[in-house]
């Protein structure tokens, strides 16, 4: 028996990088959070702290900066991936990962430059690169935060002697969507992509009459593939925000499903994939 | 000399009430967050442990809900003092506080059902009212994150042995704006008032050739007060979210304002108040 | 008619320092976050975008880092008083305001440079200084969690229409407690105050059998006053974190007292002030 | 080509349950934090909205509570296992993964019935359990914040075109540990593991002359595994909270490793995996 390393990584996270370009007087805004994780030959630097096959973060994080610079930042799985293949162009990093988030500006005014912070959604990525040019990206979205205040039921559940919940024919539902969704390959139209199953999402959540929160969330997942022939494979995580309906009976009031405690924690969480039954193997795509 | 009960007060934070409203198949969301505090005849509740003059905070909580089942949630400051006259009602209880924050829905799809929620930017009031009938109302919003990518300049400042700072004549101008203005009544057009003050904010920080954040601060809440007459006070308070262009030439690349490092902490806060000058007192109205 | 600058201030928040003292192989470890506001001949900058009297926050950054190498960083306090003291040198600074908080280290092994963080818990300072040479000085903590499991009641309390709460005559009583107190002069013995005031607050919070968390917030305050010759005020901030017990019967179990659960929102929230009924003008010390 | 349900879960995620235990007028508290997650035959729950096969996850939090009061709450790991196996008592169930946190709380006072929170450090463990026996269990603790003031160097590293970073050869070094070990078995000591896993990750970290966080990183799960036969694996995250000296040279001083910027974002992240060459296949045990 011996004690031994196993798989390892490391990286620059969350280096915060705004690029704006000028078109004329029209400002373009591109504002994103990248992440990189490397691994490779990294025997030496955990057990000897010889250090001459490691990247250090600080150069990871000026890499993402001048590739900025020097190629642009379009969509942000493109500009992941062109990191990620960089990356692995160093003998001693077999493969790259990069993460990156996108937060969105809206402009305001008639100036051309200015601009105001799309709430709380993000827009995500995360793209591999090894050196023998195997490649994977999935895209996601998270923050997305939706509710029906009606068509959503939840009884017929399996009971035991712990099970108290009422059957429910009329609730709220709402949840924060967490979307990750896997490309077959790695030359898609992303912005258009996005576009898509961002609009299959809020469609599917909004359009299914819902007798559990599981059954929209495979609606969801479902109308994303049957619309976007590139991606192969969703994951959706759900938390089931409750929503409870406030008894107001000591008041001598009633309460038709009108007056809601929203409640923080303990919350439902929901969680599921939804693929082709053709997709190739994921690979290291979800590491 | 003696130890004595100076200023006090008590209350439920934070009672989380969604009011779903129903007109046909068209429903309408209030998604808000009330926060009460009472203080009067507190003496012996701290001295002895005496309480009863004591509204327990979980009574308080029951009312928000009562109250909104049985007047409705219309705009937030109207609703807060509701809340606040009903409170003063009982003998013990000379001044009522009432905070409620408003989250905003957009509607999704077409099922009249389904709604996103509206990101970051929160609405939000404090209405005080005390056994005496005066009252006092300040509206307000927070996280309204803006930019603009040009149009500011920071030089001509005091210089002293610790500077450092170079003067520039082009930089980013970014903020999370926290504003909240008093109203000189307690009646006015809630809805409108906030959509002209927010309307002007954005305005005035777009339109505004900024040599300091402070002379943007000022010219946001001139701007305010000469649209609204009801208003005679705003108070403004605007981070320096900090984007520094980084230094790519190490790697032979120039940078003309394109890469941003976009920075956490630390960062310039700047406050400022603006007012009339023929203002009433404040009173209570900011506690 | 006319619309006016009010009161304004202007400063670098978070500027995080740590400083490492080197006494042989034994070190000491400072870790601070140092915010500076300043006020005065404004009126420029807000109006006309003249910053001339403007000392950049930038500038304020640097003069901490600078301030502390030259002076070290003792007692939060004093330091905060040193650097409140330089800014009101410059002739446009009429006024000082700085907060220090305080993270604090424990040692781990015996190396003299090892440390684990100390909780949650940050010690807090904010001192004034203005050119005519008042200083104020206000020391604090915050996020102290504390918890008695017994001895804490609540009933004889008043009831309305809207009570639905029970008496009761053994709960949880838990609060994380957020406790600033003003020093009657400038030039104590910080460290030892701040040890009194902290061991009072909890051998109050815990030897106090409760009638209402009022009750232990006035037994906590007056505790430290009687302590504590220099302090003339303190202001309590005490969130209830109510833990309700688990209705077990219908699962046929009882429930005295042993399973609870830990609410998140809302929350009672009790505020409250105590003071020495000679106690100087606060001015300027709390703002 | 069909599109198809993959692997899904469902529960209820962060029940916050306290449990008092009463010696005499000693009390005992237990804090945990729950989150229970099932799977099973769940094809027709989200196909057709058919919940026969669904425990709620409301009555997966009932359990949590009634267990407790049943079974009490000893070492969080054995208390994971005891619901992620009842779960797997139900037909439609297959698999429970339980997640517990635990927080810790000293003594204050000599009551017997006081208590401080302990700071920022979470204890944590995640059991699995099927219906065909299998069970795993991870231990772990998150938010351990620690650093050397010296003792860390950081050269010889792999440069290119991107690389500025000075060699470093003495630096603070800090981090925030992120550890979860694999057991071999599922009935150790989980309190003698815990306090000897947690000290030999102290220790490792001072003790240890540090060439590079990955260095530290595999020294400090060697020495878990040297030290603890039951562990089978160990995966730590360390983020490096860079502390970087601040260039006091423009105000005439120097700064010999003594004052320190804490910076935010970005930072480096280091991964790593440190196990036996024998150790029995993980299975499900890290998901």
New interface residues.
Partial sequence: ??????????????????????DGGV?H?K?VNV?T?LSGA?SE???????????????Q???A??L???HGVGQIEDFALLLARHFTG?D?IHHARVAVEEYG?NR??D?G?????????VRTCVAHHDRDGRASVVSGLTG????????SE????????????EPATDR?LATAVDARWRHAGTSADFAASFALVRGCL??A???TH??????T??AM??RV??ACPDIC?I?LTL??RH?FP?D?A??G?D?E??????????????????????APGAGFAWE
Same sequence: chains 1, 2, 3, 4.
């Fill in positions: 028996m011996a004690i031994v390393l196993g798989p390892n990584r490391y990286g620059k996270a969350e280096t915060r990088l705004v690029r704006v370009v000028r400002h805004v504002d992440s994780s990294m630097a955990h057990l000897t702290g010889d250090n001459a096959a490691v990247l250090p973060t600080d150069t994080k000026n890499t900066y001048a900025a610079r020097e160093h001693t500006w305001i005014g100036t430059h200015s601009f105001a912070r799309d709430g709380g959604e997305l935060v939706v509710m029906n205040t009606t068509g939840f009884h017929g559940f399996l009971t035991d002697p712990y099970t108290t919940l709220i809020l469609e959540f909004a359009g819902s007798l559990s929160l599981q059954q969330l495979y997942g479902e593939l049957a494979e994951r938390p089931n929503h406030v107001l000591p008041f009031l309460n499903n009108e007056i809601f405690y929203a409640a923080d924690r303990p919350y439902g969480l929901i969680e599921g994939t939804v693929l082709r039954d053709d």
